[in-house]
């Protein structure tokens, strides 16, 4: 009897040696991989599962062992992994992973404001700044004719007019402003200008009919909008602002435009003062020279908003052939250049406008 008690005795010692072991074994292979705080980055795919994602897990050194992973599993029955990119780290073991798998997948999405009024070298350096492309890879974008080819093919607003060797960047004025949500900043430049221009075929569609009906081009109301952007700050003068170029344009007479002149100096206007000779060069952008008397520039100079498109095919019907801001942004309107001199020489002497 005493015998049999030590046989017993001697196989559940080996028994609780080996449940020891084997729990020791379980709980070493769920534990970290390393100390290492390193972040690794792990995109869980549309079809992906706790089990699926296992075998990426070990080869990104996360996880010690798949199969014991795969136990664990089994016994703890973990819910919720959402489609997405989560941070793990070598030193987290396999429960912390799981509990990190198991809430909310990292936003990755990246939101892109692009302002009213701004021009290409502003959107490129917006892109730059937000997402894994340089402003050298729009810059080139723009120069590949075979794309804008392509665009001409796609979107009924776009005609060969962008293909002009005078226009600096050819999409100046088509690409709409707005805020736009991409994936991540891995996003290339062809997919945002996508997103741009489909978003600019939506504001123009309810127009389509009005830019058939004109007797100027989509290109050319585009300029026109653009210029009207960037004179008229406020809503309200907008059409006003396009009746003067519309009836200076019908009366042969340069737009004389401040902005048209910086744009084709290739200098922002909250940068500097232009030069005489940049004030007096002759230029496809430039309407102030006499050369350009009844034109208006080769294309747009900056991307505007659909108020200011909106104003260029409906202008208010005026006789105005001239206008002036006062500093706060108000607008004047007359019918003479002497009217013109008049307005200005009171603002000045109200402190409301300073010539340079």
């Known amino acids: 009897m005493k015998k049999v008690v030590i046989i017993i005795s001697s196989i559940l010692v080996v028994l609780l040696v080996g449940f020891f072991s084997l729990k020791f074994y379980y709980n070493y292979e769920l534990g970290p991989v390393s100390s290492s705080d390193k972040t690794i980055s792990v995109e869980v795919k549309q079809g992906d599962n706790y089990y699926t994602i296992g075998s990426k897990l070990y080869k990104l050194g996360l996880i010690k062992n798949e199969k014991i992973y795969k136990i664990y599993l089994k016994i703890n029955k973990p819910s919720g992994l959402e489609i997405g990119k989560y941070n793990l780290k070598p030193n987290m073991g396999v429960e912390k992973i799981i509990d990190t798998l198991s809430g909310k997948a990292i936003s990755t999405d990246i939101v892109i404001t692009f302002k009213e009024g701004k021009n290409i070298r502003n959107i490129a350096y917006i892109i730059s700044q937000n997402t894994n492309n340089s402003e050298q890879d729009v810059y ?82 585009l300029t026109l909008a653009s210029i009207v952007e960037l004179e008229a700050s406020k809503q309200e003068y907008r059409s006003l602002v396009a009746s003067v170029f519309y009836n200076r344009l019908k009366a042969k ?104």
Request: aromatic letters at 14%; hydrophobic letters at 30%; a negative charge.
């Open 140 to 221: 080139n974008l723009l120069k590949d004719k075979n794309y804008l080819n392509e665009l001409i093919e796609e979107y009924w607003f776009i005609d060969k007019s962008i293909l002009n060797d005078k226009i600096y960047y050819p999409l100046e004025g088509y690409l709409y402003p707005n805020t736009y949500n991409f994936k991540d900043k891995n996003v290339t430049v062809k997919e945002i200008f996508k997103a741009m221009l489909d978003e600019t075929n939506k504001q123009l569609s309810s127009y389509k009919s009005e830019f058939e009906n004109s007797k100027y081009s989509v290109h050319q109301i």
């Open 253 to 356: 007479m340069s737009l004389g435009s401040d902005v048209t002149t910086y744009y084709a100096a290739k200098v922002d206007m909250s940068e500097r003062d232009l030069y005489k000779s940049e004030i007096d060069d002759v230029n496809a952008y430039n309407t102030r020279p006499l050369s350009m008397a009844g034109k208006l520039p080769i294309g747009p100079i900056c991307n505007p908003s659909i108020s200011s498109i909106t104003a260029s095919l409906k202008p208010t019907k005026t006789d105005y052939l001239f206008f002036v801001a006062d500093n706060q942004g108000k607008i004047y309107f007359t019918r003479t250049n002497k009217e013109h001199e008049q307005t200005i020489a009171r603002l000045q002497s109200e402190g409301l406008w300073e010539r340079y």
